[in-house]
């Protein structure tokens, strides 16, 4: 038989289907599942996602204020290529929604396949090691150690991994070989029994499933984006304190078209304060002067009764899947509370009554006084009628609703500036001249975003998964597994060899500066010269 012929071993049989057809569909699927959890297809999927997603925020989307002007300023080429490649809605796009279908597809096929792995590093640590394998790791040292024995060294190793908190197992075994005569040749005569010890000690082991926590964070961001996606909405509502409604209004946003439609709630919100915390209670109502907005709101359920809250810039309300935010205000302003005071016509002492917003009060002889309207830059309209020139304080006067006691309620103007008496309008009415001391400042209205997330899938994202991926990643960045052995070896000249040796899967720099410590003990402890540390080969 020839050379070649002797190198060709026949394979096992096709089946018929294979040799019929020449097509392995197990070849092939394989392939592809290989393909999909391969890491270099997740990464390029992950940076495509960071891609698309600060074109996202680059791109004005049509659900954001301000998006009207953005869009008119664009060319007509700019809008048919935005639009027709969904740039204007890129988080709801068909293509964005499967990459990160294609992209958890591969956190999970990359997971099934490396755990197992991961997992042996953990459940069946390497707790033995030979001097030669020592030698080649990352860090190692050598001591060799005369008028002891082995279990001296062992205890005194073991208080060192003790102390720096690497918890030592000890694995025994002894090794038998052949004497040598004085030729050089073995002696298979005479053996010679030598004991030998390796001490093992890990910290931080968990930190190999690290990777594998990230994967189930990033999975559970996706799982919340998609259920929020599928089983929410998002809505804004103005809130005017005495306004109530059991309706928002959704809007459907198409390109630079925006259909409006209700949406019927299982409940009733009313407005019953909005504030306006200000840095300088004497400035503007701006957001430069702003600590904090505060918006009251009472929620009548005909199933659960009556509910009482506050939404503020740092705490939303979340009631039966609804989640109250603050969105923006109604730059218009306006008052709070008002203080009024009451100076009666026949020369009696003032009264100083605070009012609230919408809300009423009663002077000493009876007089009720209740807090209509408030107009910061108070002047007249075409028709005559009292209005505000603008949304600025220049101007303030409080709209009165005054009823004298067995009188006629009587419309009163209380003005924050002197006016004269002779003016009809700032005339004294119902026996008192009414003059507007101070107020607090706070906006016409507040808006609310309403979100509606039935399964609150955008708390599973943001809190579970969002919180969770960065602590993830602190965990797997800063922290490491960190393994050190410290192999025991009786000589045949009665001295002890001992080799340390180290191993972390990151952070290089701070373990080689732990093993330099525990490096330096052992050998006081020891007390015995080193030899010096090994560079691997």
């Given at each position: 038989m020839s050379v070649n012929e002797e190198s060709i071993k026949p394979g096992p049989p096709a089946s018929p289907a294979?040799?019929?057809?020449?097509?392995?569909?197990?070849?092939?699927?394989?392939?592809?599942?290989?393909f999909l959890s391969s890491v270099r297809f997740g990464v390029t999927l992950l940076v495509i996602l960071v891609i698309l997603s600060m074109i996202g925020m680059l791109i004005i989307q049509q659900n954001v204020d301000g998006f009207d002007s953005y869009y008119a300023s664009l060319t007509p080429a700019e809008r048919t290529v935005y639009g027709a490649l969904g740039l204007f809605d890129i988080y709801h796009a068909w293509y964005y929604n499967l990459l990160l279908l294609v992209l958890s597809l591969n956190i999970v096929l990359a997971s099934i396949e490396r755990f197992p792995s991961a997992w042996s590093y953990i459940r069946n640590p390497k707790k033995t090691a030979t001097a030669e394998w020592l030698k080649q790791q990352q860090v190692s040292s050598e001591y060799v150690i005369s008028g002891t024995n082995t279990e001296s060294v062992i205890d005194k190793l073991r208080g060192v991994f003790d102390r720096r908190g690497f918890t030592p197992e000890v694995t025994e075994t002894t090794t038998k070989s052949y004497a040598v005569d004085e030729s050089g040749k073995k002696d298979f005569s005479r053996t010679i029994e030598s004991k030998q010890a390796v001490l093992f000690g890990e910290r931080g082991k968990y930190n190999r499933l690290g990777a594998y926590i990230v994967h189930v964070t990033l999975l559970t961001l996706f799982l919340g984006h998609a259920v929020a996606l599928m089983t929410g909405f998002d809505a804004d509502v103005r809130m005017i304190p005495g306004d109530a409604s059991d309706q928002i209004e959704m809007?459907?946003?198409?390109?630079?078209?925006?259909?409006?439609?209700?949406?019927?709630?299982?409940?009733?919100?009313?407005?019953?304060?909005?504030?306006?915390?200000?840095?300088?209670?004497?400035?503007?109502?701006?957001?430069?002067?702003?600590?904090?907005?505060?918006?009251?709101?009472?929620?009548?359920?005909?199933?659960?009764?009556?509910?009482?809250?506050?939404?503020?810039?740092?705490?939303?309300?979340?009631?039966?899947?609804?989640?109250?935010?603050?969105?923006q205000t109604v730059p218009i302003g306006n008052a709070?509370?008002?203080?009024?005071?009451?100076?009666?016509?026949?020369?009696?002492?003032?009264?100083?009554?605070?009012?609230?917003?919408?809300?009423?009060?009663?002077?000493?002889?009876?007089?009720?006084?209740?807090?209509?309207q408030f107009l910061p830059d108070f002047t007249f309209n075409q028709n005559g009628e009292p209005d505000t020139r603008s949304g600025e304080y220049n101007n303030p006067a409080a709209v009165l609703s005054?009823?004298?006691?067995?009188?006629?309620?009587?419309?009163?103007?209380?003005?924050?500036?002197?006016?004269?008496?002779?003016?009809?309008?700032?005339?004294?009415?119902?026996?008192?001249?009414?003059?507007?001391?101070?107020?607090?400042?706070?906006?016409?209205?507040?808006?609310?975003?309403?979100?509606?997330?039935?399964?609150?899938?955008?708390?599973?994202?943001?809190?579970?998964?969002?919180?969770?991926?960065?602590?993830?990643?602190?965990?797997?960045?800063?922290?490491s597994h960190r393994r050190i052995w410290a192999n025991v070896e009786e000589q045949a000249d009665g001295t002890v060899k001992v080799i340390l040796g180290g191993h972390t899967n990151r952070n290089h720099k701070a373990f080689e500066d732990i093993f330099n410590?525990?490096?330096?003990?052992?050998?006081?402890g020891l007390g015995q010269e080193k030899q010096g540390k090994i560079s691997p080969e």
């Amino acid at each position: 038989m020839s050379v070649n012929e002797e190198s060709i071993k026949p394979g096992p049989p096709a089946s018929p289907a294979k040799a019929a057809s020449g097509f392995n569909l197990m070849g092939y699927v394989e392939a592809v599942l290989k393909f999909l959890s391969s890491v270099r297809f997740g990464v390029t999927l992950l940076v495509i996602l960071v891609i698309l997603s600060m074109i996202g925020m680059l791109i004005i989307q049509q659900n954001v204020d301000g998006f009207d002007s953005y869009y008119a300023s664009l060319t007509p080429a700019e809008r048919t290529v935005y639009g027709a490649l969904g740039l204007f809605d890129i988080y709801h796009a068909w293509y964005y929604n499967l990459l990160l279908l294609v992209l958890s597809l591969n956190i999970v096929l990359a997971s099934i396949e490396r755990f197992p792995s991961a997992w042996s590093y953990i459940r069946n640590p390497k707790k033995t090691a030979t001097a030669e394998w020592l030698k080649q790791q990352q860090v190692s040292s050598e001591y060799v150690i005369s008028g002891t024995n082995t279990e001296s060294v062992i205890d005194k190793l073991r208080g060192v991994f003790d102390r720096r908190g690497f918890t030592p197992e000890v694995t025994e075994t002894t090794t038998k070989s052949y004497a040598v005569d004085e030729s050089g040749k073995k002696d298979f005569s005479r053996t010679i029994e030598s004991k030998q010890a390796v001490l093992f000690g890990e910290r931080g082991k968990y930190n190999r499933l690290g990777a594998y926590i990230v994967h189930v964070t990033l999975l559970t961001l996706f799982l919340g984006h998609a259920v929020a996606l599928m089983t929410g909405f998002d809505a804004d509502v103005r809130m005017i304190p005495g306004d109530a409604s059991d309706q928002i209004e959704m809007i459907r946003f198409e390109l630079d078209k925006r259909e409006r439609f209700a949406v019927q709630l299982p409940f009733t919100v009313t407005c019953t304060d909005v504030q306006q915390k200000l840095i300088d209670p004497s400035g503007a109502i701006d957001v430069t002067n702003t600590l904090d907005w505060r918006t009251q709101i009472r929620i009548d359920d005909p199933e659960y009764g009556t509910t009482i809250a506050d939404v503020s810039m740092n705490n939303p309300f979340h009631y039966r899947g609804f989640r109250f935010f603050q969105a923006q205000t109604v730059p218009i302003g306006n008052a709070r509370e008002i203080k009024i005071q009451a100076v009666p016509v026949d020369g009696g002492e003032p009264q100083t009554v605070d009012i609230m917003r919408l809300g009423s009060t009663t002077l000493a002889d009876g007089t009720v006084i209740e807090y209509d309207q408030f107009l910061p830059d108070f002047t007249f309209n075409q028709n005559g009628e009292p209005d505000t020139r603008s949304g600025e304080y220049n101007n303030p006067a409080a709209v009165l609703s005054v009823t004298p006691p067995g009188g006629e309620r009587q419309r009163v103007f209380a003005f924050g500036s002197t006016v004269p008496d002779n003016i009809p309008i700032s005339a004294p009415k119902a026996g008192y001249k009414w003059r507007l001391n101070e107020f607090e400042k706070a906006p016409f209205a507040h808006i609310l975003s309403i979100k509606y997330d039935p399964y609150n899938g955008a708390f599973i994202a943001w809190y579970f998964g969002g919180v969770g991926l960065m602590a993830a990643l602190v965990y797997v960045f800063f922290f490491s597994h960190r393994r050190i052995w410290a192999n025991v070896e009786e000589q045949a000249d009665g001295t002890v060899k001992v080799i340390l040796g180290g191993h972390t899967n990151r952070n290089h720099k701070a373990f080689e500066d732990i093993f330099n410590k525990v490096d330096a003990e052992a050998a006081h402890g020891l007390g015995q010269e080193k030899q010096g540390k090994i560079s691997p080969e």
